[in-house]
């Protein structure tokens, strides 16, 4: 079956080490997307990517970068994590359908 | 920034009852969505509803969109323990996919 998988699941850093957050999806879609989930918030669109070698950022991409090199991967980057970096990351794919397919989160604690 | 809002932030029924939940919206729409999520896990598609829908069905799932009124209703029937969850709605406006802050909908047994 088709899946969407993340990881590390959970992640314990220092302020200002870089980090790396993986994306692998199975659905052959174009369309993927990285988000953060923070109490109050919702779900905020960090970046995003409709296909190989294109990304666009999201409402709070600062401080954040990825690539696509790929159709299955969109790799997320702290360059140097903060602490109001701390948070639970959603990446998710989506096809013609619209419909959103989201992987099971990464929580990140930057100390 | 959010276009959706959910109303009510919380909800607490007795499992067998039927809950409802409502998001309201500010602009036009291509296609409004629900999703569920469980405690610690990732968002679930539950059901999509084209701006030119009016009521959807999917199992104990009934979604209606008010398009004049930019509000959309989710109603669960029968609930269970299982449906012990977080609920969103996201807009679709071309390719921007926006997101209300959720209720939280607790069944209880």
Known sequence: DAEITQSPRHKITETGRQVTLACHQTWNHNNMFWYRQDLGHGLRLIHYSYGVQDTNKGEVSDGYSVSRSNTEDLPLTLESAASSQTSVYFCASSGETGELFFGEGSRLTVL | ?109
């Open chain 2, 1 to 109: 920034s959010q276009q959706g809002e959910e109303d009510p932030q919380a909800l607490s029924i007795q499992e067998g009852e039927n809950a409802t939940m409502n998001c309201s919206y500010k602009t036009s729409i291509n296609n409004l969505q629900w999703y569920r999520q469980n405690s610690g896990r990732g968002l679930v598609h539950l059901i999509l509803i084209r701006s030119n829908e009016r009521e959807k069905h999917s199992g104990r799932l009934r979604v209606t969109l008010d398009t004049s009124k930019k509000s959309s209703s989710l109603l669960i029937t029968a609930s269970r323990a299982a449906d012990t969850a977080s609920y969103f709605c996201a807009t679709r406006l071309y390719y921007q996919l926006i997101w209300g802050a959720g209720t939280k909908l607790i069944i209880k047994p």
